[in-house]
């Protein structure tokens, strides 16, 4: 996985947590993309340091010491939070509460 898709998926789920700080799966699969940029691309810090209306930065640091800052499209990053992947449980109850409706 490239540097830049594993800091995508990290920030999307980063993205996720700070939505829905219950969510458990959403934390493991940030910590996943987390071990992925430390381990595999050797970043000692990474993190969202500011968004305007269509990106949003983050900064990154090796262990070398070079320091970039890079940035997302907003709407892409923000799409797992606007659209989020529902279980097959879960799709099956917003169903019937709209049925209800």
Do not use: N
């Not at 529902?86 to 169903?95: C, F, V």
């Amino acid at each position: 996985m490239s540097l830049m898709d594993a800091l995508f998926y990290w920030l999307q789920m980063r993205l996720v947590c700070d939505s829905r700080p219950e969510d458990s799966a959403a934390r493991e699969t940030a910590a996943f993309f987390a071990q992925i940029l430390s381990e595999d691309h050797g970043l000692v810090s990474f993190s969202v340091t500011s968004a305007d209306e269509t990106k949003i930065y983050v900064a990154y640091r090796t262990a070398d010491g070079t320091e970039r800052t890079v940035w997302f499209d907003r709407e892409a990053a923000e799409q797992l939070v606007k659209s989020p992947i529902l279980s097959r449980y879960e799709k099956e109850q917003a169903e019937k509460e709209q049925e209800r409706s």
